[in-house]
């Protein structure tokens, strides 16, 4: 019988142990609130009634946990031993730094940690095309390829623990300060009146930055960084206007004027007349 024990039953959490449950296996379920588990034990789930228990259920063992510290906190609440010969699939974010230290940790107590990030929301799991950065031990990951491809497809990165949660990490940052954009920008709609759905379109149309992206990359990667297609101080004049109109249209600027200061600084290191990827090496001597 296929088995696998998942710790914490946050959103993610529930999505992963229901895409166990509806792949055939065995799940063993562990959450601090015990209550949420009433719905997968419904489903057939067993519930752990302690972490010990939880851990020694399986062999596999995913944690989706909010932070490490709170992983730490979990797995203190049971000895040692109960670590001997598992594997953690560690599918909570944090730093990479954070999931080196965990991987060694968890090596002087006999088990061994896959460390992930998952690159889809929750509705996500389980479903075409779905993705998941992993780093570690190739064959630890190998060796549960099949449990781990219920949840989402494997990018493999390395053996570095850091490398998975590094990549998580790099693209949180990309898709928050976007997202920011995008509600920062609907919010500009809204006190001019446009609603969120009729401005859509031109919404999607501009936050699709494939092309730039692709025009970009082997530029910076280059070190061409010269100001034939675009200029900071383009940059700068353009998002003073965007300022202005938050401003004169009652919402907060601090958003664009953020974006302003990163702007400015480049402008101020020079960069003036080169192209916005010179702002790369201003943001990386911040």
Same mark, same amino acid.
């Given at each position: 019988?296929?088995?696998?024990?998942?710790?914490?039953? &946050?959103?993610?959490?529930?999505?992963?142990?229901?895409?166990?449950?509806?792949? &055939?296996?065995? +799940?063993?379920v562990?959450n601090?609130?015990?209550?949420?588990?009433?719905?997968?034990?419904?489903?057939?789930? *067993? *519930?752990? /009634?302690?972490?010990? =228990?939880?851990?020694?259920?399986?062999?596999?063992? +995913?944690? #989706?946990?909010?932070?490490?510290?709170?992983?730490?906190?979990?797995?203190?609440?049971?000895?040692?031993?109960?670590?001997?010969g $598992?594997?953690?699939?560690?599918?909570?974010?944090?730093?990479p730094?954070?999931? $080196?230290?965990?991987?060694?940790?968890?090596? /002087?107590? &006999?088990? +061994?940690?896959?460390?992930?990030?998952?690159?889809?929301?929750?509705?996500g799991?389980?479903?075409?095309?779905? !993705?998941?950065?992993y780093?570690g031990? /190739?064959?630890?990951?190998?060796?549960?390829?099949?449990?781990?491809?219920?949840?989402?497809?494997?990018?493999?990165?390395?053996?570095?623990?850091?490398?998975?949660?590094?990549?998580?990490?790099?693209?949180?940052?990309?898709?928050?300060?976007?997202?920011?954009?995008?509600?920062?920008?609907q919010?500009?709609?809204?006190?001019n &009146?446009?609603?969120?759905e009729?401005?859509?379109?031109?919404?999607?149309?501009?936050?699709d930055? $494939?092309?730039?992206? =692709?025009?970009?990359?082997?530029?910076?990667?280059?070190?061409?960084?010269?100001?034939?297609?675009d200029?900071?101080?383009?940059?700068?004049? #353009?998002?003073?206007? +965007?300022?202005?109109?938050?401003?004169?249209?009652?919402?907060?600027?601090?958003?664009?004027?953020?974006?302003?200061?990163?702007? *400015?600084?480049?402008?101020?290191?020079?960069?003036?007349?080169?192209?916005? !990827?010179?702002?790369?090496?201003?943001?990386?001597?911040?």
């Amino acid at each position: 019988m296929k088995s696998v024990t998942v710790i914490g039953l &946050g959103p993610m959490g529930l999505a992963m142990a229901g895409a166990y449950l509806d792949g &055939g296996y065995e +799940v063993t379920v562990w959450n601090r609130t015990p209550a949420k588990a009433d719905a997968l034990v419904a489903r057939g789930a *067993r *519930r752990a /009634e302690s972490v010990e =228990e939880a851990l020694t259920a399986n062999e596999l063992v +995913v944690l #989706s946990l909010i932070d490490y510290d709170a992983m730490d906190a979990v797995l203190a609440q049971a000895p040692d031993t109960a670590l001997a010969g $598992r594997t953690l699939a560690n599918l909570t974010s944090d730093t990479p730094d954070r999931a $080196r230290q965990a991987a060694a940790w968890l090596d /002087e107590r &006999g088990a +061994v940690q896959i460390t992930g990030g998952v690159q889809v929301p929750p509705p996500g799991i389980g479903t075409p095309g779905a !993705t998941s950065y992993y780093s570690g031990p /190739e064959e630890a990951i190998e060796a549960h390829r099949p449990a781990l491809e219920v949840l989402t497809g494997i990018e493999y990165l390395g053996e570095d623990h850091g490398l998975a949660a590094l990549y998580y990490q790099i693209g949180m940052d990309m898709f928050w300060t976007a997202l920011s954009g995008y509600l920062h920008g609907q919010a500009l709609a809204e006190a001019n &009146g446009i609603s969120a759905e009729d401005f859509l379109p031109h919404a999607v149309k501009t936050m699709d930055l $494939r092309y730039f992206q =692709e025009f970009y990359a082997p530029r910076i990667t280059a070190g061409d960084h010269e100001g034939t297609v675009d200029r900071i101080s383009m940059g700068v004049a #353009s998002l003073e206007h +965007v300022l202005h109109t938050a401003h004169a249209s009652g919402v907060d600027g601090s958003l664009p004027a953020a974006v302003l200061k990163v702007f *400015r600084d480049g402008a101020a290191a020079g960069h003036g007349q080169d192209s916005l !990827t010179s702002l790369i090496g201003v943001l990386k001597q911040s």
